[in-house]
């Protein structure tokens, strides 16, 4: 069962409120302005007021999984995964061309994900899938280099607002020990769309192309699937709990109500300078960019590469498509296994180094064993060598989890994706074509920077794990000079929980490490 308040207050309510509040002076708390906290306090309020059971909730979470992780799912798989993989199936392999759409990406990222904040989050993140459609369709207009160039810097234009969007729903809506496995449930069509577009392409490779050629295919296929996806955003992607259509006034409170103690907050449309320059003042930003950097360095070669190397082990391009398909289904395993113990153990940075290591290994064996006859063994580390990218999916959760000041989040994910496309960019770099075959200088990069990335990670987790202990003795200091009991704490606590504070600001705020 469960009860709720409507946003219009009763004269008992009024007179309730004034009562506590003359209480809050005799302790001497703090006046908390939340003239600019979030769109929540409309409709919940400063306090928890009406409370519903577990069974209720676990009801209202089922219904969120049928609709936010799996419309974020099939984004993911056009938007983010199957513009890459097409390139690599193409066999578009230009290193300039690559490059392109992380160009638009860095371009267009900071503009995007404020543009985001003023308007409706979905209906924009929608729109943008549908333009992001129409120009991948376009691309089989043309076979001309530049026209090429610039169609792709669009694409990065366009796609630029995926990930800091939806990161940002799942934050609004999901509690702190569920965020990082729905994450993952999205992420994971980077592995599996590897695996399905290996197979269409192997497919498409049959065709004559006498009335299209095979990649032109790919690409208005993509381009169609991705103006669907888009549409559906668009009408059935909520924005926030505050204004989710698919949920009852009921469910709507119920959905804030579930998250309100961890402090993360909802949407603030207000832009506020002073939580931008928190983000660009605290080390752990720097920390995460620095991280992503590492992370997307790999991404950026291989996701592009990747068959080009399964190829220099001897086997043809048409085989490589097929052979290399099983590395998704390994990657695809990784992201949900560290989604899955990152919300289980509360932690997020031990899960990258799960991820780290059989990257490590893999690139040490494609060094070590180069020129080897042995295509099993080769095959093996390719395999598994993908697995990195499960620390991507870690870091937009550790964002996610780690952040509060609506303002403060958008600009550390604008900064994550701003370094995903910096560290993307450098990695279509690091094989050139005077290496190969074997391309050991970046074979050997990779292997150095998963190595510098286990430091950085475990400094990450070091840093939140101190956080906490100066914020639990904090804590225990303002109650024995407030006189608070637990009762004060948790009231005070649901006070704080919209009203738009960071981080650093909100003193009932726990880092997730």
């Known amino acids: 069962m469960s009860s709720e308040t409507s946003a219009a207050k009763t004269p008992d309510e009024v007179e309730k409120s004034s009562q506590l509040e003359t209480y ?40 969120l999984d049928l609709v936010i992780p799996t419309i974020s799912a099939a984004v993911y798989s056009v ?15 230009y290193n300039l061309v690559s490059m392109a759409f992380y ?28 333009v992001w459609g129409i120009i991948l369709m376009l691309h089989a207009s043309t076979n001309n280099f530049g026209a090429f160039f610039a169609l792709r810097f669009l694409l990065g234009m366009c796609e630029s607002c995926v990930s800091p969007c939806l990161i940002l729903i799942i934050s609004m809506f999901y509690k702190k020990d569920e965020q990082a496995q729905r994450i993952s449930w999205f992420y994971v069509m980077n592995g599996l769309t590897q695996v399905f577009g290996g197979f269409v392409a192997y497919g498409i490779t049959f065709d004559n192309g006498k009335v299209l050629a095979p990649y032109k295919i790919i690409y208005i296929l993509l381009g169609a ?6 549409i559906v955003v668009l009408i059935w992607l909520p924005d926030s709990p505050v204004n989710a259509s698919m949920l009852t006034r009921e469910e709507r409170i119920a959905a804030l109500e579930r998250v309100r103690n961890d402090q993360g907050g909802t949407e603030n449309k207000k832009f506020k300078k002073d939580q931008v320059i928190e983000a660009l003042t605290d080390p752990r930003t720097w920390l995460v960019v620095f991280s992503t950097v590492l992370t997307c360095i790999p991404n950026g070669a291989l996701s592009n590469f990747s068959n080009i190397i399964i190829e220099s082990f001897g086997y043809t391009s048409k085989q490589t498509l097929i052979l290399s398909t099983p590395a998704g289904f390994i ?57 990195f990218s499960s620390a991507l999916s870690t870091i937009y959760a550790y964002n996610a989890s780690n952040t509060s000041g609506h303002t403060k989040k958008v600009t550390i994910n604008a900064m994550t994706m701003a370094t995903f496309s910096i560290g993307n960019i450098i990695g279509t770099e690091i094989f050139q074509p005077k290496d190969a075959p074997a391309y050991i200088p970046g074979k050997t990069a990779i292997m150095v920077l998963m190595i510098v990335q286990l430091f950085v990670s475990l400094l990450l987790r070091w840093i939140n794990v101190r956080l906490n202990r100066k914020r639990k003795a904090q804590l225990e200091e303002e109650k024995a000079r407030r006189g608070w009991t637990d009762d004060d704490v948790q009231r005070e606590r649901e006070r704080h929980a919209f009203a738009d504070l960071t981080d650093r600001q909100n003193i009932f705020f726990i880092y997730t490490c």
């Open 24 to 63: 809050d002076e005799k302790l001497g708390l703090d006046t908390l302005d939340t003239s600019d906290g979030d769109a929540a306090l409309q409709l919940v309020g400063a306090r928890a007021t009406a409370h519903f059971s577990e069974e209720y909730n676990r009801k209202l979470r089922r219904k």
């Open 225 to 230: 699937l991705a103006i669907v996806i888009g």
């Open 331 to 387: 990657a695809s395993t990784m992201v949900i296994f560290c989604g899955w113990y990152s919300d289980k153990k509360g932690e997020r940075m031990i899960p990258v180094v799960f991820a780290l290591i059989p990257t490590i290994v893999a690139s040490a064996i494609l060094i070590g064993l180069n020129g080897s006859s042995n295509k099993g063994v080769l095959l093996f580390a390719i395999y598994i060598i993908g697995t």
């Open 79 to 93: 938007n983010i995964c199957s513009d890459k993989t097409s390139l690599n199936y193409a066999r578009r392999n």
């Open 103 to 130: 160009l638009g990406y860095l371009f267009w990222e900071f503009p995007t994900v404020y543009i985001s904040q003023k308007l409706r989050l979905a209906k924009y993140l929608g729109g943008n899938i549908v």
